[in-house]
């Protein structure tokens, strides 16, 4: 692996310039000697962010002083890059001309890697699926595959962190930082964003963010745009319309059980091993967005095995071997390495902790040999069975009151004030929308279905599906999933632990597809498959498997109004009497991927 060998010398806000005229700043950091910039021809590592390319002066060194050039660049409309901050849309093409005007530079050895997570991965998206000629290696960690299917929006509903987002990057605009006037606005409409947040949609000219245009259109498109059309096939908001045109290039895709893209991070892979000739590897750890290699997800700890040492030196051996054809060896590593979840000490005393653990393991493909999709049958009494409804049952009815939602404790989260990763499934003052400390499982508005307690360990390892029959007394509504690990009781959890590990959401009016809205008729049975994210994880023996069926989870996801009126212009609401099926003809159920222990 590339060693320390050189000093970095940097040059700042070089203007690369795009098609369009517009120029963006990046800042170059060069291996040099005596201060001076080392003679010869590097390659290239960019790294594309909209969060100010100065704080990533330490990474630019590092890759410098190891036989790099490092390219750390502005994207159009943020700090000193020049254009409007529209976010995503750009970055195909901007990154493209990124790419290519790196590679045609004399200190340029014609091969160019990108870098980097969450937005910074989903510039490296954008650009791949356009193919730029000297792309030749690619890190994409916590990145999209479709912002509209499982990240923006999300089977039909919105995640109410980009409401959030617009919001926090208004406040950190250049136009805000040249103006302290409108800096103080923005700044004070962040601080109060959960107000924004509960009120469910921005109208044009009603938010501080109507004060820069471009960011209140962005975030009133991704309201209202709730079908999935031209706007949201464009490459900055996912690969997905582009697999088969994607630059096939070797690329780690770096993914955690609680990041924001879990999903996406897999169907990325998947789609694309099967598609490229070149190295397509996965790293799947249980980690949140933003904490690749940390060992401790919300109050789950996976030590000793769960953490990641040397990150840094992971994403050199790639760049190592697939820019300088040093041989690292990853090249000849299983494709797939994936962290399962569970095992460990479990509940200990003096501390609220879980010690829920885990061990890595390597496969060829995703999702691993030798899985079992096995369905896990709703019955009545609130069990949770491989064995389906045999007798006839009403089906369990509830009211959703749209005003009082479903409290999002934990989960897939990322952009929002809002705690991430595995939690004890009961409010606490941590949580916005939840108010005292009862579990989520005492509401009349979740319905939990759970095996007994296990006989012995049973493993899942792959995606999830949820397939529902439903009925509801108005035009729209959603329902909700979610996956549990139940402790039995014990220090510090009397009443056990019930530790959540995926969870999802549907939208009704989207059952047939998502290019066109079919409202519900009162009444009327409908049948409802949704996809939630990918998990994996041991339930051991004593613990139980439980899910939970409702129709809200807030603020990861929107409110339905249930109305049927417009998405994201609706300015009223009703309470909705749902149904949740569960007999012979009826049979609701999860799927679970089921491995060898």
Request: with cysteine; net charge negative.
């Amino acid at each position: 692996m590339s060693t320390p060998s050189y000093d970095a010398l940097i040059e700042s806000n070089v203007m690369v310039p795009l098609r369009d005229g517009v120029r963006l700043a990046t800042d170059l950091y060069f291996p040099a000697e005596d201060g001076r910039k080392v003679a010869g021809r590097f390659p290239v590592v960019l790294m594309r962010t909209p969060y100010d390319k100065t704080g990533s002066a330490a990474t630019g060194q590092y890759y410098a002083e190891r036989g790099y050039v490092a390219a750390v660049q502005d994207v159009r409309g943020r700090y000193a890059s020049e254009g409007i901050f529209y976010p995503f849309a750009h970055e195909g093409p901007d990154g493209y001309d990124a790419v290519e005007w790196l590679a045609a530079q004399p200190w340029c050895d014609g091969k160019v890697g990108t870098c980097g997570a969450s937005y910074v991965a989903a510039v490296q998206n954008a650009l791949a699926s356009l193919n730029p000629p000297h792309l030749a290696a690619m890190i994409v960690t916590f990145g999209p595959s479709s912002y509209f299917h499982s990240s923006m929006r999300h089977n039909g509903a919105l995640e109410l962190r980009f409401v959030s987002y617009a919001f926090s990057m208004a406040a950190r605009s250049k136009e805000a930082m040249a103006d302290p006037d409108l800096k103080a606005a923005l700044d004070d409409a962040y601080r109060n964003v959960w107000e924004w947040l509960r009120s469910a949609s921005i109208r044009p000219g009603t938010s501080p963010l109507s004060l820069i245009p471009s960011y209140e259109q962005w975030c009133i498109d991704i309201l209202t745009r709730v079908r999935y059309d031209e706007y949201w096939q464009q490459p900055g908001y996912g690969p997905l319309p582009y697999y088969d045109r994607h630059a096939d290039v070797p690329t780690l895709y770096v993914g955690g059980w609680y990041d924001s893209y879990t999903r996406s991070t897999v169907e990325n892979f998947m789609a694309l091993s099967r598609r490229q000739k070149t190295p397509v590897h996965l790293l799947m750890g249980p980690w949140t967005h933003g904490g690749v290699g940390r060992a401790v997800a919300g109050i789950a700890s996976f030590l000793p095995e769960g953490g990641l040492s040397d990150y840094e030196g992971l994403r050199m051996q790639w760049f190592d071997q697939f820019l300088k054809g040093i041989p690292s060896g990853i090249d000849r590593r299983p494709p797939v390495r994936y962290f399962v979840m569970g095992g460990g000490a479990g509940l200990q005393p003096g501390s609220q902790t879980v010690a829920h653990g885990g061990t890595w393991k390597s496969a060829a493909t995703w999702p691993p040999p030798g899985i079992t999709p096995t369905p896990f049958y709703f019955h009545a009494d609130g069990t949770l069975s491989t064995q389906p409804p045999e007798e006839k049952s009403e089906p369990t009815r509830y009211t959703f009151d749209p005003a009082h939602p479903v409290p999002t404790v934990g989960g897939n989260l990322s952009a929002i004030d809002t705690p991430a990763g595995a939690f004890d499934q009961r409010c606490g003052r941590q949580f916005p929308g939840s108010s005292g400390t009862m579990p989520l499982s005492s509401r009349q508005d979740v319905l939990c279905f759970a095996t007994p307690p296990l006989r012995e360990d049973v493993v899942i390892v792959g995606p999830l599906r949820v397939k529902l029959w439903v009925a509801t007394d108005g035009p729209d509504t959603d329902f909700t999933a979610k996956l549990i690990d139940v402790y039995p009781p014990g220090p510090n959890h009397p009443a056990g632990c019930a530790l959540n590990l995926s969870d999802s959401i549907a939208r009704l009016r989207f059952r047939e597809g998502f290019t066109e809205e079919k409202l519900a008729q009162p009444g009327e049975v409908y049948e409802l498959e949704f996809e939630m994210y990918p998990t994996a994880n041991r339930f051991v023996k004593g613990h139980r498997i439980r899910v939970d069926i409702s129709s809200s989870n807030w603020p990861r996801f929107d409110v339905n109004p249930n109305t049927g009126g417009p998405l994201g212009r609706e300015r009223r609401m009703r309470v909705a009497e749902n149904s949740l099926y569960h007999d012979p003809a009826r049979p609701s159920h999860i799927v679970l991927p089921l491995a060898a222990g």
